[in-house]
């Protein structure tokens, strides 16, 4: 079955550290895998997506097929990176239907 | 651009009523998608409308239900109502299919069943 795990749910760190959101999932084919964030107060909205292999905000996230993860990192944490971040995965070409793992918050402290 | 567009904001119903709610998509957007949000479950894919017709459907019992008009705008509706089906509706359109057509997210649709 198609599954995100994202096992931790708060992750706190300070200022200027890096950060590593953990994603991993199951999933038989070739997902195309996401990350989507909420800010406080503000609707759910596309990070950033494997397929582009871009950097968003300082975040990059790099899809590993054989460890089946999709970690989020960025070097240097801003106290504005606070929010939840949610990873989902989808089927090729079935963008409208994501699984989402629970959701990460992500505090930094200043 | 307008973004994606719910109303409303927030309901309250009681166990056994139906409830439909409404979602405008961003102009231009054919696909619109319907998730569930609770704290137990967090966010699950209830189902997906692209020019008028489902294409795909989630894990929910059929009193859940939907439908998109030729405007791209969509519905959903939840007839005899429970009180496990309190949460927050999110709608989300976007182009269409494939990864090239990110989804853009509503605000959500409340829903309190007592």
């Known amino acids: 079955a198609q599954r995100v795990t994202q096992p931790e749910k708060l992750l706190s760190v300070f200022k200027g550290a890096p950060v590593e959101l953990k994603c991993n999932y199951s999933?038989?084919?070739?997902?195309?895998l996401f990350w989507y964030v909420q800010y406080s107060r503000q609707r759910l909205q596309l990070l950033l997506r494997?397929?582009s292999r871009e950097s968003i905000k300082g975040f990059t996230a790099d899809l590993n097929k054989g460890e089946t993860s999709f970690h989020l990192k960025k070097p240097f944490a801003q106290e504005e990176d606070s929010a939840m971040y949610y990873c989902?995965?989808?089927?090729?070409?079935?963008?409208?239907?994501?699984?989402f793992g629970q959701g990460t918050e992500l505090s930094v402290k200043p | 651009k307008a973004g994606v567009t719910q109303t409303p904001r927030y309901l309250i119903k009681t166990r056994g009523q139906q409830v439909t709610l409404s979602c405008s998509p961003i102009?231009?957007?054919?696909?619109v998608s319907w998730y569930q949000q609770t704290p137990g479950q967090g966010l699950q894919f209830l189902f997906e409308?692209?020019?008028?017709?489902?294409?795909n459907k989630g894990n929910f019992p059929g009193r859940f239900s939907g439908r998109q008009f030729s405007n791209s705008r969509s519905e959903m509706n939840v007839s005899t109502l429970e009180l496990g089906d309190s949460a927050l509706y999110l709608c989300?359109?976007?182009?269409?299919?494939?990864?090239?057509?990110?989804?853009?997210f509503g605000n959500g649709t409340r829903l309190t069943v007592t």
């Open positions: 989300a359109s976007s182009l269409g299919q494939g990864f090239n057509s990110p989804l853009h």
């Open positions: 999933y038989s084919g070739s997902p195309e």
């Open positions: 494997h397929i």
């Open positions: 989902a995965l989808s089927e090729r070409n079935q963008g409208g239907k994501l699984i």
């Open positions: 102009s231009g957007h054919r696909s």
């Open positions: 409308y692209f020019s008028e017709t489902q294409r």
